[in-house]
Protein backbone atom coordinates (compact mmCIF):
# COMPACT_ATOMS: atom_id res chain seq x y z
CA UNK A 1 0.00 0.00 0.00
CA UNK A 2 3.21 2.52 0.93
CA UNK A 3 4.63 1.65 -2.62
CA UNK A 4 1.16 2.56 -4.77
CA UNK A 5 0.84 5.67 -2.79
CA UNK A 6 4.58 6.59 -3.26
CA UNK A 7 4.12 5.99 -6.85
CA UNK A 8 0.74 8.07 -7.17
CA UNK A 9 2.79 10.72 -5.52
CA UNK A 10 5.51 11.03 -7.47
CA UNK A 11 3.08 10.38 -10.59
CA UNK A 12 0.56 13.42 -9.44
CA UNK A 13 4.34 15.62 -8.86
CA UNK A 14 5.60 14.62 -12.81
CA UNK A 15 2.16 15.90 -13.99
CA UNK A 16 1.70 19.05 -12.25
CA UNK A 17 4.56 20.07 -13.21
CA UNK A 18 4.11 18.90 -16.46
CA UNK A 19 1.32 21.63 -16.34
CA UNK A 20 2.68 24.23 -15.45
CA UNK A 21 5.73 24.30 -17.89
CA UNK A 22 5.71 27.56 -20.24
CA UNK A 23 5.77 26.19 -23.54
CA UNK A 24 8.36 27.58 -26.33
CA UNK A 25 5.77 29.45 -27.56
CA UNK A 26 4.54 30.93 -24.84
CA UNK A 27 7.97 32.03 -23.35
CA UNK A 28 8.83 33.50 -26.89
CA UNK A 29 5.74 35.86 -26.88
CA UNK A 30 6.72 36.45 -23.00
CA UNK A 31 9.96 37.01 -24.23
CA UNK A 32 8.08 39.58 -26.88
CA UNK A 33 6.02 41.38 -25.09
CA UNK A 34 8.56 42.37 -22.57
CA UNK A 35 9.72 44.83 -25.79
CA UNK A 36 6.47 47.14 -24.52
CA UNK A 37 8.05 50.43 -25.26
CA UNK A 38 9.07 52.65 -27.81
CA UNK A 39 11.74 52.18 -30.22
CA UNK A 40 13.26 54.25 -33.07
CA UNK A 41 15.71 52.94 -35.85
CA UNK A 42 16.56 52.95 -39.13
CA UNK A 43 14.75 51.33 -42.21
CA UNK A 44 16.40 52.09 -45.55
CA UNK A 45 18.28 55.07 -44.34
CA UNK A 46 15.41 56.96 -42.42
CA UNK A 47 14.65 57.36 -38.72
CA UNK A 48 11.69 54.65 -38.42
CA UNK A 49 9.54 54.90 -34.88
CA UNK A 50 7.92 51.66 -33.67
CA UNK A 51 5.60 51.57 -30.34
CA UNK A 52 4.94 48.14 -29.06
CA UNK A 53 1.56 47.76 -26.16
CA UNK A 54 0.59 45.21 -24.03
CA UNK A 55 -3.49 44.56 -25.18
CA UNK A 56 -6.06 42.75 -24.38
CA UNK A 57 -5.60 42.04 -20.75
CA UNK A 58 -1.86 40.94 -21.67
CA UNK A 59 -3.02 38.24 -24.21
CA UNK A 60 -1.70 40.48 -27.53
CA UNK A 61 0.96 42.49 -28.36
CA UNK A 62 0.00 45.50 -31.12
CA UNK A 63 2.87 46.54 -33.00
CA UNK A 64 2.86 49.67 -34.61
CA UNK A 65 4.92 51.56 -37.21
CA UNK A 66 5.59 54.63 -37.60
CA UNK A 67 4.50 57.75 -36.07
CA UNK A 68 1.05 57.37 -35.60
CA UNK A 69 -0.77 58.55 -38.83
CA UNK A 70 -3.94 56.57 -40.21
CA UNK A 71 -1.28 54.98 -42.89
CA UNK A 72 0.87 53.28 -40.44
CA UNK A 73 0.54 49.56 -40.28
CA UNK A 74 -0.13 47.73 -37.45
CA UNK A 75 0.58 44.22 -36.35
CA UNK A 76 -1.19 42.29 -33.71
CA UNK A 77 0.98 38.71 -31.98
CA UNK A 78 -0.74 36.41 -29.86
CA UNK A 79 -0.87 32.62 -28.79
CA UNK A 80 -3.44 30.17 -30.65
CA UNK A 81 -3.68 27.46 -28.45
CA UNK A 82 0.09 26.22 -28.54
CA UNK A 83 1.19 28.80 -31.38
CA UNK A 84 2.53 32.17 -31.33
CA UNK A 85 1.08 33.86 -34.12
CA UNK A 86 0.97 36.99 -36.08
CA UNK A 87 -1.63 38.97 -38.01
CA UNK A 88 -0.39 42.16 -39.93
CA UNK A 89 -2.98 44.68 -41.27
CA UNK A 90 -0.96 46.18 -43.93
CA UNK A 91 -1.15 49.78 -45.56
CA UNK A 92 -1.70 47.74 -49.04
CA UNK A 93 -4.83 47.13 -47.19
CA UNK A 94 -4.77 42.67 -47.01
CA UNK A 95 -3.91 40.91 -44.04
CA UNK A 96 -1.54 38.13 -43.89
CA UNK A 97 -1.20 35.73 -41.54
CA UNK A 98 1.72 33.80 -39.93
CA UNK A 99 2.67 31.68 -37.64
CA UNK A 100 6.03 31.25 -35.54
CA UNK A 101 8.99 29.17 -35.62
CA UNK A 102 11.66 29.75 -33.13
CA UNK A 103 15.12 29.25 -32.90
CA UNK A 104 16.68 27.20 -30.48
CA UNK A 105 18.49 29.38 -28.18
CA UNK A 106 15.07 31.58 -28.51
CA UNK A 107 16.35 34.39 -29.33
CA UNK A 108 15.14 34.74 -33.28
CA UNK A 109 11.10 34.40 -33.73
CA UNK A 110 10.64 34.05 -37.38
CA UNK A 111 6.78 34.36 -38.38
CA UNK A 112 5.98 32.33 -41.85
CA UNK A 113 3.25 33.13 -44.24
CA UNK A 114 0.52 30.72 -43.62
CA UNK A 115 -2.66 33.01 -45.40
CA UNK A 116 -3.94 36.47 -46.38
CA UNK A 117 -7.15 37.81 -46.25
CA UNK A 118 -8.58 40.91 -48.31
CA UNK A 119 -6.04 40.73 -50.82
CA UNK A 120 -6.87 42.24 -54.27
CA UNK A 121 -5.45 42.27 -57.61
CA UNK A 122 -5.12 45.61 -57.42
CA UNK A 123 -2.61 45.53 -54.54
CA UNK A 124 1.40 45.47 -54.83
CA UNK A 125 1.83 42.13 -53.03
CA UNK A 126 1.47 40.91 -49.23
CA UNK A 127 3.77 40.61 -45.91
CA UNK A 128 5.47 37.29 -46.54
CA UNK A 129 7.83 37.15 -43.45
CA UNK A 130 8.80 39.10 -40.15
CA UNK A 131 11.43 38.49 -38.21
CA UNK A 132 12.74 39.43 -34.54
CA UNK A 133 16.04 39.16 -33.60
CA UNK A 134 16.07 39.64 -29.87
CA UNK A 135 19.27 41.07 -28.97
CA UNK A 136 18.36 42.68 -25.24
CA UNK A 137 16.03 44.71 -23.50
CA UNK A 138 17.05 47.73 -25.19
CA UNK A 139 18.08 46.51 -28.65
CA UNK A 140 16.66 43.98 -31.28
CA UNK A 141 15.92 44.46 -35.00
CA UNK A 142 13.26 43.46 -36.87
CA UNK A 143 13.16 42.14 -40.51
CA UNK A 144 10.20 42.64 -42.93
CA UNK A 145 9.87 41.19 -46.23
CA UNK A 146 6.95 41.86 -48.84
CA UNK A 147 6.43 39.11 -51.54
CA UNK A 148 5.41 41.59 -54.65
CA UNK A 149 3.13 40.17 -57.39
CA UNK A 150 5.41 39.46 -59.55
CA UNK A 151 6.83 37.37 -56.77
CA UNK A 152 10.05 39.45 -56.42
CA UNK A 153 10.74 39.95 -52.44
CA UNK A 154 11.25 43.19 -50.89
CA UNK A 155 11.80 44.99 -47.67
CA UNK A 156 14.53 45.36 -45.16
CA UNK A 157 15.64 45.11 -41.44
CA UNK A 158 14.98 47.81 -39.00
CA UNK A 159 17.52 47.83 -36.39
CA UNK A 160 15.56 49.22 -33.20
CA UNK A 161 17.14 51.07 -29.74
CA UNK A 162 14.66 51.58 -27.26
CA UNK A 163 13.56 55.44 -26.14
CA UNK A 164 11.47 54.42 -23.91
Known sequence: MKTARFVLVIL??????????????????????????????SFGGETLK??????????????????????????????????LVLTHYCDSGN????????SPDGKTI??????VSNLLKSQPGHMQRATFNLIDANHHTEKWEFLMA?????GGLLDLKRVK
Open 12 to 41: LTALSTAAFAQSEAQKSFDHLKSLAGSWEG
Open 50 to 83: VTLRVVSGGNTLLHQMGADSPSDPVTMIHLDADQ
Open 95 to 102: QPHMAATI
Open 110 to 115: TFNFVS
Open 150 to 154: DGKTE
